[in-house]
């Protein structure tokens, strides 16, 4: 919403995504290995995995909010792909800052972590 005395935004509306839209991900070059994300880069931080969505975000975007971007790499999923993941969900989570923020939840056990590198693919490498 907009406060029309200040043009503020003081949140967002939470939308419905639709599984054929794609996520994006911030991941810190200490989470790879030979180029690739490593199963330990897939954790849950508060309510879920932390995610952009696409249709408000693009990977260069995602990829500045990260206090090193230098350091950093994005990734990218199929929110279908992610909800095919037993027990793992997809909720739209917009904060005032990020009205793209996205969690992933659900237990990321070595299971899901694992589907989690394979489903993934680099739209920005990592350094």
Known sequence: MVDESSDIVDSWPQEPIPDEDKLFMRVHCQWTRDG???P???QNRGKGMSTDWARY???TETLNRAKKPDEN?????SVGEVRAIPNQTVEHTPIIINR????????KDEDVRLKLTRICKWVIDPP
């Open 40 to 42: 330990g880069a897939f």
């Open 100 to 107: 793209a923020h996205t969690d992933v939840s659900g237990i």
């Open 36 to 38: 690739n994300p490593i």
């Open 57 to 59: 975000s693009t990977p």
């Open 73 to 77: 790499g994005v990734l990218k999923f």
